[in-house]
């Protein structure tokens, strides 16, 4: 077993080496002068299973066309078995046809891993479940719940804490968590009763004097967990923190979030940080590498992964 790494997150790709005792693999991904990538593996591959950690996001084209060149590499230069390992799938959320003549673009990047010739894809926490099904090949979705249920564990007194899902569509999300921590579940309804009129929030449950842990799986312009937070406190929240798999934090979010009433943000290294999140005094990070690397550990073992969540 070898794991290899592109330039979007070696931090966790070194992380997660180090829980498999492995060294990361030797291989330069560098641009010509016409921003062209050019990859190199400098070791033997011949007859390795090779793991890619390459999470496709900010900038998103560039970290794909990497990964989709050193899976090329890879099977250029003999490996056996080479598995994509995409902590955060970019362009996830363009899982349908929002409206006529426009791409489903989460098919289209399954495609392009399939056909540069991975033999497997192992993601985290896909923005829809059914992304598994646009790739041909086995396809192993992990879940962060038991990193995030492990931190709620060790920070918050669960005898007063409630989930609460930011919207409709979280809800299974959400209510796993409940279970896990034994507690009640909240939702956030979003509406607007007429066209141009301001969204107004309602929140399904009793909150008052609750811990309230919103679950999400990607944050982007932090604008709805702000406001979120805002309605809940409203209603009578003790405090409000989310818990969120993928901080995409992208324009302003990262000062959105710190002027907001958040106690705090807690997101995985599922996407390497920041300069501005690393500073930010109410966001934390919580690290997904042992969850991979057993994962990665058991793939390469021929062992159960879907065990690691029962």
């Known amino acids: ?65 990497e990964l989709l060149i050193m899976i090329d590499a890879m099977r250029r230069s003999s490996a056996r078995r080479i ?12 899982d349908r046809r929002a409206s006529g003549r426009t791409p ?42 038991p990193v995030l249920t492990r931190d709620i564990k060790s920070h918050y007194d669960l005898s007063n804490v409630m989930v609460v899902s ?26 607007r009763d007429r066209p141009g009129e301001s969204e107004v929030m309602n929140i399904i449950g009793d909150i008052t004097g609750k811990d309230c842990l919103l679950i999400d799986d990607i944050v982007d312009s932090g604008g709805t967990l702000c406001n979120a937070a805002d309605a809940m406190l409203a209603k009578g929240a003790s405090s ?28 995985t290294d599922s996407i390497q940080p920041t300069t501005a999140v690393l500073s930010a ?4 990070i919580v690290t997904t590498a042992p969850l991979i690397g057993e994962a990665i550990s058991r793939t390469s073992q021929e062992e159960s992964v ?3 969540f029962d």
């Open 1 to 65: 077993m070898k794991v290899f790494a592109g330039n979007s997150n070696r931090q966790l790709a070194e992380a997660i080496c180090n829980y498999l005792n492995v060294p990361l693999g030797r291989a330069s991904v560098r641009r010509f002068a016409d921003q062209e990538i050019f990859v190199e593996i400098q070791e033997n591959v011949r007859g390795e299973d090779v793991f890619l950690v390459q999470p496709t996001s900010y900038p998103a084209n560039d970290h794909l066309m």
């Open 83 to 94: 598995t994509a390992v995409l902590p955060y799938f970019g362009y996830a959320r363009q």
């Open 104 to 145: 489903i673009s989460a098919k289209l990047v399954a495609n392009l891993i399939t056909e540069a010739g991975a033999d497997r894809v192992m993601t985290l926490d896909l923005h829809a479940g059914q992304i598994q099904g646009f790739f041909d090949i086995p396809t192993d979705n992990l879940f962060a719940l």
């Open 166 to 191: 930011p919207d409709v569509g979280g809800v299974v999300r959400a209510r796993a968590l409940a279970k896990r921590l034994d507690c009640l579940l909240a939702i956030v309804d979003k509406r």
């Open 240 to 267: 409000v923190t989310a818990y969120i798999t993928h901080g995409v934090l992208s324009g302003g979010a990262v000062t959105r979030v710190t002027s907001s009433k958040l106690r705090e943000l807690v997101i």
């Open 281 to 284: 005094h109410n966001i934390r």
């Open 306 to 308: 879907s065990s690691l």
